[in-house]
T-cell receptor, first 114, second 117 residues
Framework: DGGITQSPKYLFRKEGQNVTLSCEQNLNHDAMYWYRQDPGQGLRLIYYSQIVNDFQKGDIAEGYSVSREKKESFPLTVTSAQKNPTAFYLC?????????????FGPGTRLTVL | AQKITQTQPGMFVQEKEAVTLDCTYDTSDPSYGLFWYKQPSSGEMIFLIY??????QNATEGRYSLNFQKARKSANLVISASQLGDSAMYFCAMRSAGGTSYGKLTFGQGTILTVHP
């Protein structure tokens, strides 16, 4: 089945540690995105990538890093510099980054900092 | 700047009744897309329906329809014949290609819909 997978579903981190969230898609989509969702809130864009080996900062990129070495994969690293990392993280992909193109989301990773 | 406003934090509807979830938007771009997503308690964002700014007709997808009023900048979601499984958070979102947005989705704050039996 085609889709977007994220792992792990739940992640616990100690303060000062870096953690990496996985996002994989087999939809052959060029564009991939990372969003953060805080309780009772909408989603905010962290990073996005329109093509392999290229990515841009979104609205809240500080304390996060990404890579896009393969079309299918767009991992997100939450670094120790991120002051309030506890949140729900959603990865999405789309055929293009055009404004008419639908983004499809993965099941999300819930990160808790202990 | 783009902005999406959902003024209803919570809505209640009786099973089998229709319900309208409100969404207004603000953008200076002539070309944009409007989307509705459903987020059940599991957290996954499920795409429901899309409306393009140049589309002449309102979008429909099964029990979902989008009441698009361009002059008023509103894009309300109508769910007909509500089912218990429709209970979830619903988000309105917009994409435009202008400025530095690069096609990112801008989300509203969401509306929690509860369907009563």
């Amino acid at each position: 089945d085609g889709g977007i997978t994220q792992s792990p579903k739940y992640l616990f981190r100690k303060e000062g540690q870096n953690v990496t969230l996985s996002c994989e898609q087999n939809l052959n989509h060029d564009a991939m995105y990372w969003y953060r969702q805080d309780p009772g809130q909408g989603l905010r864009l962290i990073y996005y990538s329109q093509i392999v080996n290229d990515f841009q900062k979104g609205d809240i990129a500080e304390g996060y890093s990404v890579s896009r070495e393969k079309k299918e994969s767009f991992p997100l690293t939450v670094t120790s510099a991120q002051k309030n990392p506890t949140a729900f993280y959603l990865c999405a992909s789309g055929r293009t980054s055009g404004n008419t193109d639908t983004q499809y989301f993965g099941p999300g990773t819930r990160l808790t900092v202990l | 700047a783009q902005k999406i406003t959902q003024t209803q934090p919570g809505m209640f509807v009786q099973e089998k009744e229709a319900v309208t979830l409100d969404c207004t938007y603000d953008t200076s771009d002539p070309s944009y897309g409007l989307f509705w997503y459903k987020q059940p308690s599991s957290g996954e964002m499920i795409f429901l329906i899309y409306q393009g700014s140049y589309d002449q007709q309102n979008a429909t997808e099964g029990r979902y329809s989008l009441n698009f009023q361009k002059a008023r900048k509103s894009a309300n979601l109508v769910i007909s014949a509500s089912q218990l499984g429709d209970s979830a958070m619903y988000f309105c979102a917009m994409r435009s290609a202008g400025g530095t947005s690069y096609g990112k989705l801008t989300f509203g704050q969401g509306t929690i819909l509860t369907v009563h039996p």
